[in-house]
């Protein structure tokens, strides 16, 4: 890679590190394995920087990566889920309570990782359908379904624990 391809491609990672870092964070729930998605994401884009940086939506073509990365990961078999004894740190300055937070995470938790990506997607960076079913490798109706019945879910989860775990289950 040329000089000049490298300091471009540094001064991007610079500037989106910490909304991909947030990003991947709010798909997996886990800052060790987010850190591990930027990381993967970042590498698979510095191998193929010559090309994407001519894309017409350079960070659609990240947010691909990432995803993808995150549904691969999701695969393995090795992953397991683990409890924490303590809380993870979260990034302040969004004007989110951690309360909030906490509770959104949690209901994102609970969806199925490819209804979990759309809604993300579609509504933590306000992509397209197209944008989203593009990321996703499937077809618009297919992001359509996956977000109506992910924010149907999370609709009726946040319900469900508004009365306290009275009323219906999902």
């Known amino acids: 890679m040329k000089r000049a391809d490298e300091e471009e491609f540094r001064a991007y990672v610079v500037a989106n590190l910490n909304r991909l870092r947030r990003g991947a964070y709010a798909l997996c729930q886990d800052w060790h394995t987010a850190d591990d998605l930027v990381a993967i994401t970042f ?3 510095y191998r193929y920087w010559s090309n994407a940086r001519g894309a017409t939506n350079l960070d659609g073509y990240v947010w691909k990566i990432l995803v993808r990365a ?3 990961e999701r695969q ?3 992953r397991r889920d683990t409890s924490l004894d303590e809380l993870p740190d979260l990034p302040a300055g969004d004007g989110i309570d951690v309360v909030q937070r906490l509770s959104l995470l949690q209901l994102l938790a609970a969806l199925p990782p490819r209804r979990r990506a759309a809604v993300f997607l579609r509504f933590y960076f306000d992509l397209s359908v197209e944008e989203t079913a593009e990321i996703l490798g499937c077809s618009t109706g297919t992001v359509k ?4 019945r992910g924010l149907e879910a999370l609709r009726n989860r946040a319900a469900l ?3 306290g775990g009275k009323g219906e289950t999902l």
């Open 76 to 78: 393995k078999m090795w």
């Open 70 to 72: 995150w549904l691969d």
């Open 161 to 163: 624990l508004s009365t």
């Open 145 to 148: 379904s996956l977000t109506a």
């Open 43 to 45: 590498g698979k884009l």
